[in-house]
């Protein structure tokens, strides 16, 4: 997608490690029209799978996920990272790698929110090697629901994302395919 | 707002000491047609006070949010409650008491993302005892921009947290005002 390419090339930064800062318009400032147009981007590559729900990770896939929801026209369900008090004793929970926070985190779903018969589309901000999107689809599958697609808005495809989530047998979108960072060039795939 | 009323009437439990459960459209699901809406609702009333920012903080902030500043045309701004390592060392950092978790939490703003000139906008989920809002009021303030206006999803109005903002001398904008809560009666000030 152009407009995303675009705006990573003059706002993102690589901070080494394969991290790359994109702060300025995804995870900490939002744009809401570039993420509105991501939303409406995605929505129309996954239009055909008959998605019942967009499933996510908080915190920084909340903005994405919404915007493709709402163009899907489906309600979207964001795993919690720690259990909130409103939350039933019994829930869904497993544990991901965080590439960006160098500790595991727990990813949480209520049974009240995910189950049988559910078709889900996992939306994030990055597929890098895929851990977080992994963990989602543990949760879904424990909670009976079938996994019909993958999309992000960014892949690094040197991280091996896409090659761990094959497997899975689904579309997997991404706006953005990063193949190299060196310094401050940043290479897309296509 | 009839619609977000209904549906907290419908969907909203009362889980006492005044905490109004709304997981299933609001704080784990999202319904993002509604959030949508809710974000048009909170444009509209605030479309003569000439916003250049929304400011809100994760992690249930972030959809009506966004929603809101997509239908205002200006980016929005997450504070994160924990530092992540894209950020500068030198940040804005509150803490402040969280309600629903019973302990003190940091509110996190880079300095790159908000500053003098900025006429800023909160918008959060709940307007409960305001708590949450005036740390973002100080981070704001800290930064050397100026509050324009405080919205919210549901505002609690037993709570005091418009009291409390009143202070500020802005308008004060909540689309469902829930004045008592008693088991399952949830009743409205309008």
């Known amino acids: 997608m152009q407009q995303l390419k675009e705006r990573i090339l003059r706002e993102g930064k ?23 147009a991501c939303g409406q981007e995605l929505a129309r590559r996954f239009k055909n799978i008959h998605t019942t729900k967009v499933l996510t990770a908080e915190i920084s896939g909340i903005a994405p996920a919404v915007t493709t929801a709402l163009h899907l026209g489906v309600p979207v ?16 929970l497993t544990l991901t790698p965080s590439h960006t926070k160098g500790r595991t985190v ?9 189950g049988h018969g559910e078709r889900v589309l996992i939306i994030d901000d990055f597929l890098a090697t895929g851990a977080t999107i992994l963990g989602l689809v543990r949760l879904a599958q424990t909670a009976g629901a ?32 990063i193949d190299a960072m060196e310094g401050d060039l940043i290479s897309f795939k296509d």
Not at 78 to 91: E, N, S, W
């Open 106 to 114: 727990e990813l949480i779903i209520s049974p009240e929110y995910l």
């Open 146 to 177: 079938t996994i019909v697609g993958v999309g992000a808005l960014i892949e690094k495809s040197f991280e091996g994302g896409r090659v761990a989530l094959e497997p899975l047998g689904v579309p997997i979108e991404s706006l953005a395919c």
């Open 77 to 92: 369900v964001y795993a919690r990272k720690h259990k909130p008090i409103t939350m039933p004793d019994q829930v869904f």
């Open 14 to 36: 690589n901070l080494g490690n394969g991290i790359l800062k994109v702060d300025g318009f995804i995870n900490h400032q939002v744009d809401p029209l570039l993420m509105d």
